[in-house]
């Protein structure tokens, strides 16, 4: 761009060059026709072209400019605004010294004419001619006097006569001639110049008709002479009619002067002939020269405007892109003056905003960095964390945290905990366990909470911290959650695995002996007996026997709850499994109204058959015994595969319609001797759990809303990483 | 009646345009006589003589009263007459074999009042008194040696050209702006051609 700037402005000054001393040359020509004489026209024409290249450029420059200005491109306006004012500032004073030159021009011309010169020009030549007449007719006299002398000499005579007249009249050429112009005798007085100037044929025609001949002539290489031709008196002579022409010469001071006053005559005579040519011509110069002082005012006036506004456009062009964000702009510079040092201040001020920038953005990128590698270190623990603003409002959080608290929280940031305490129960319980502690001094502090939600009750320990505030920001809470369910359930599930063991093992040693020793009684004593004895001893002794067998029963069972035997799996159809155990109790009650909804799409999962069937069992016992002391006997039973937090289980529901389950013993259902039976060893629910959860399930009761009874529900999580099938039907873990 | 109706006639516009017509051809029968200037080569032909092809030219100029009135205020006219012999070939551009110009130049004397005529090629100078005798004189080209005939008597085809015309560029530079754009100053003649060998 710049390199062909330079190229058009050199392009211009020689143009503007060429075409000043073209103007210069056609002055030249015009005033002094030696001077360029054959170049006049061509200079007149390279002159037309030169300003028709002059206005396409600036035809060129303005067309660029008005699409600037369309464009609303920066320093366009100004460039206009610099252009009409360069403009005017020029071309008012070559208009004013155009018209006053052309006023002087005319008037000059006209006043090189006047009536005086002219009239003491002509009065010149006719004395001129008044001088050289005085001499003609006296050479005439002469010739007249020579050719009557001649008038008795014979053709054969006259060579010699003829150098003799010649040397006595003056004349410089002396030739004898016949009427019809043949040359008889001739003598000059140059003895190399061999052949005589002939008359022409107007003068011998002249002389034919009977008029001599007499005028001032111009002989090649001899400047004027005076010819007189006069016809030769014949007086019966045998020789024709002869005629003689002598050249007689003008003195050289007359032939001066007589040149002088001709060329002068001639010359002025030419002028006023060329006045108006002359006129127009100077007119057409000075049209030129101010076209061409226009013109190039004009172009100049761009190139000049283009240039001072090109450092203001760079610079607008350079703010439009600082507010557009792009802080790399640099403008270069244009000199050492006050722009310049403007320009260099913006390019200074950009640079250090560009480093600023960049100074943000790697903040900004290692703040980034930070928050990822919090979020991966939060995403990484087992325990949940929230981190809560002044206001309450969640700012921080990890998966586990959704997890515990089945809740997307994501959906939820920076909104406060009232706000997700509406859409949410369990959050709610969880707002209600921390809320004082929020609101409290305290800096550190543990709660336990117990909340519900899709997975059933569930067992919090929350430890909260007070974060310390910053110079513009208050303090928070961050809050880690614990679900303590399985280490609390475990505890008691040992503890009482324990307990039911010792119990077992201390019931168990005295109920053999006692069993064996009533027996004994009862072999030896009762035949012995009197009869009315007899009965009542053996009611007794059948009654201890029966006790005893039940207490074995209940040793049993409780021998089972604390043992863990070892677990089979195999591929089990969960829906033939219920279907089995339904027929059971189908013909159980005649009322009894069974409704069974099993989902088609259930996959079959890896569990131990016989011990899933002891939980559907159970749960089955204890729906019937529920509805037995109701009026309406109805069971839903159903199956169907849910997925909950990315988890595929298979859900069985036994639906009942009993008295359902007051909220008092909710918390301890599935806990060891907690029934509302009369009869049962309390520990139906307590193995049911125990079962589920080897298979890594879940099982919960929940009253049902708004009907009546309660409903046990049972997931069983389908792990796509068992293996299919082996061919014993047993199937093998694989490594998680 | 009659009368009445012509009259109307030349007032109503129907009039207007054949008066209208009728002075224009005026105005260029009157322009066409007025501008009788012209040049027209009336016979050229070649000789032999002494071995060299030599051109006899008759050539009647005739002078506009703008160009005898610039004569008269002392205004040179140059006419140049110019002689070509060229060779025909075939598929180029005709070779030219010679180009030789005649210039004659008409000055008027006040002095004698007489009209000298020089010609420039070789300085021969003629004096007459009137100017119809100097169109006459230098209308008049007799002999005018061009080439040698052996140049001419190898093969091909050959054949002369004359032409003449005034020189716009000896006259005095503003007279040349108008010259070139008035008929009164363009003073030609075509080309005149002749075979000199088929």
Request: proline residues 3%; glycine residues 6%.
């Amino acid at each position: 761009m710049r390199k062909s700037g330079q190229l058009i402005f050199i392009t211009g000054v020689i143009l503007f060059i060429l075409m000043l001393s073209s103007l210069i040359m056609m002055s030249n020509a015009l005033q002094d026709s030696s001077h360029f004489r054959d170049l006049y026209l061509g200079l007149l024409i390279f002159n037309t072209l030169g300003l028709l290249v002059l206005i396409v450029l600036i035809a060129l420059n303005l067309k660029r400019l008005i699409k600037q200005l369309r464009n609303r491109i920066p320093g366009a306006r100004m460039t206009i605004r610099m252009v009409s004012m360069f403009t005017m500032l020029s071309v008012t004073p070559v208009l004013v010294v155009y018209y006053f030159s052309l006023d002087f021009l005319i008037r000059g011309i006209d006043n090189w004419f006047d009536l005086r010169v002219e009239q003491a020009l002509n009065d010149s030549l006719d004395l001129s001619r008044q001088s050289l007449d005085i001499r003609m007719r006296d050479l005439l006299r002469r010739t007249r006097q020579m050719a009557d002398e001649l008038s008795d000499i014979t053709d054969a005579a006259i060579p010699f006569e003829i150098d003799d007249m010649r040397t006595k009249s003056g004349a410089k050429e002396l030739t004898l001639l016949t009427r019809q112009g043949t040359i008889i005798s001739s003598s000059a007085d140059d003895p190399f110049h061999l052949v005589p100037d002939r008359p022409s044929e107007t003068i011998l025609l002249q002389l034919q008709q009977g008029n001599n001949y007499t005028a001032l002539d111009t002989i090649r290489n001899g400047g004027l002479h005076i010819r007189v031709v006069v016809n030769i008196p014949s007086f019966g002579m045998e020789s024709g009619a002869r005629i003689i022409q002598a050249l007689y010469p003008v003195s050289e001071r007359i032939n001066q002067l007589a040149e002088s006053v001709q060329d002068s005559f001639i010359k002025y005579k030419e002028l006023s002939y060329l006045r108006e040519q002359l006129k127009k011509s100077f007119v057409i110069i000075l049209t030129l020269v101010l076209l061409f002082s226009i013109f190039s005012t004009v172009w100049a006036a761009f190139y000049t405007a283009r240039r001072l506004a090109e450092p203001v456009t760079n610079l607008a062009r350079g703010t439009e892109d600082v507010a557009q964000g792009n802080y790399t702009t640099q403008i270069p510079v244009p000199g050492n003056d006050e722009l310049g040092f403007l320009v260099a201040s913006f390019n200074e001020m950009t640079r250090k905003i560009a480093q600023a920038q960049d100074a943000a953005s790697r903040s900004q990128y290692e703040a980034e960095t930070q928050q990822s590698y919090l979020e991966a270190v939060l995403g990484t623990l087992s325990s949940g964390v929230l981190v809560l603003d002044q206001d309450k409002r969640v700012r921080t959080y990890n998966r586990c945290a959704e997890l515990i608290l089945g809740i997307p929280i994501a959906a939820h940031t920076d909104q406060s905990m009232e706000e997700i305490a509406k859409k949410y129960p369990s959050f709610n319980q969880f707002k209600a366990g921390i809320e004082s502690h929020l609101s409290s001094t305290q800096n550190n502090w543990r709660e336990q909470i117990a909340i519900t939600n899709s997975s059933g009750r569930i067992i919090l320990m929350c430890s909260g911290t007070t974060l310390p505030g910053t110079h513009n920001m208050q303090h928070g809470h961050v809050i880690v959650i614990d679900d303590i369910t399985a280490l609390i359930q475990g505890q008691r599930n040992a503890a009482w695995s324990e307990m039911a063991r010792r119990l077992a093992h201390e019931i168990k040693n005295p109920l053999t002996p006692i069993q064996l020793a009533t027996e004994r009684l009862r072999h030896k004593y009762l035949q012995g007996m009197r009869a009315d004895d007899t009965d009542t001893f053996d009611r007794l002794t059948n009654t201890i026997i029966q006790q005893v067998e039940t207490m074995k029963d209940m040793v049993n069972s409780f021998t089972d709850f604390s043992s863990t035997p070892e677990i089979n799996l195999q591929m089990t159809d969960i829906n033939e499994l219920l279907k089995e155990v339904i027929d059971l109790y189908a013909n159980l009650n005649s009322n009894a109204e069974i409704i069974i909804s099993l989902s088609g799409n259930i996959p079959l999962i890896a569990a131990n058959k016989g011990r899933l069937r002891q939980v559907f069992n159970n749960l089955l016992k204890n729906a019937f015994d529920a509805c037995d002391r109701c009026k309406v006997f109805r069971l839903e039973i159903s199956s169907d595969c849910i997925i909950e937090n990315d988890q595929k289980y298979v859900e069985i529901k036994i639906k009942d319609s009993g008295m359902g389950i007051t909220e008092d013993i909710m918390d301890s259902m599935f806990d060891p001797y907690a029934t509302t039976k009369t009869k049962g060893s309390g520990l139906g629910l307590a193995i049911v759990k125990k079962i589920v959860e080897e298979h890594k399930g879940l099982v919960m009761l929940v009253n049902n809303s708004p009907s009546a009874g309660a409903c046990a529900i049972v997931r069983l999580p389908v792990n796509e990483l068992y293996d299919q099938k082996s061919e014993n039907g047993s199937v093998n873990r694989k490594a998680i | 009646m009659h009368v009445c109706k012509k009259h109307n006639d030349i007032t109503t516009g129907r009039g207007f345009i054949h008066t209208y017509v009728l002075v224009l051809i005026f105005l260029f029968t009157h322009s066409s006589i007025a501008g009788t200037n012209s040049i027209k080569i009336e016979s050229a032909d070649g000789v032999i003589i002494e071995d060299m092809y030599s051109v006899n030219a008759n050539i009647s100029y005739q002078l506009g009263k703008e160009n005898r009135n610039a004569l008269e205020h002392g205004i040179p006219l140059e006419f140049d007459i110019e002689f070509r012999i060229k060779k025909r070939r075939p598929w180029m551009w005709d070779q030219t074999l010679i180009s030789r110009t005649i210039t004659y130049r008409l000055e008027h004397q006040p002095l004698s009042g007489d009209y000298l005529v020089t010609r420039l090629d070789n300085g021969d100078l003629k004096q007459f008194q009137k100017l119809e005798d100097v169109l006459v004189y230098i209308g008049k080209i007799k002999n005018f040696p061009l080439i040698d005939t052996a140049t001419l008597g190898t093969g091909g085809i050959f054949y002369a050209q004359v032409k003449t015309h005034l020189n716009i560029e000896a006259l005095p530079a503003p007279l040349r702006p108008l010259a070139y754009i008035s008929s009164e100053w363009r003073l030609s003649s075509p080309w005149q051609i002749w075979m000199i060998k088929e």
